[in-house]
């Protein structure tokens, strides 16, 4: 069994910031990457960002480039994701994912083997 555990949501004004940290437990397993996702109240999930365990090659939406950044630590088997210059459309429940295959598009919800729980994120205008 693996097990994604998101923290660091919260509530926070706009233009503030927040880091969300994913970590990972349970039996080992091969982690090619690591992903978020968001789902706003009433909307399909959405891709944020993605990051190559290996290499830490970094993806990101369009939405939240030059604000977000994905990153990770080996070690504790982490991933985290700053977010700095929040706005109220980033509110949103945050998921972490984690997937097996190296070649799968990190964009694409069905690419990830193991979800977390998430963790609400509010932005306040």
């Known amino acids: 069994q693996v097990e994604l555990a998101e923290s660091g949501g919260g509530l926070v004004q706009a233009g503030g910031s927040l880091r969300l940290s994913c970590e990972a437990s349970?039996?080992?397993?091969?982690?090619?990457?690591r992903g978020w996702f968001r789902q706003a109240p009433g909307k399909v999930r959405e891709f944020v960002a993605g990051?190559?365990?290996?290499?830490?090659?970094?993806y990101y939406a369009d939405s939240v480039k030059g604000r977000f950044t994905i990153s990770r630590d080996i070690g504790k088997n982490t991933a985290y994701l700053q977010m700095n210059s929040l706005k109220p459309e980033d509110t949103a429940v945050y998921y972490c994912?984690?997937?097996?295959?190296?070649?799968?598009?990190?964009?694409?919800?069905?690419?990830?083997?193991?979800w977390g729980q998430g963790t609400q994120v509010t932005v306040s205008s």
């Open positions: 349970g039996r080992a397993f091969t982690n090619y990457g």
């Open positions: 990051i190559k365990w290996s290499t830490g090659n970094t």
């Open positions: 994912a984690a997937k097996r295959n190296a070649y799968s598009a990190y964009g694409l919800m069905a690419s990830y083997d193991y």
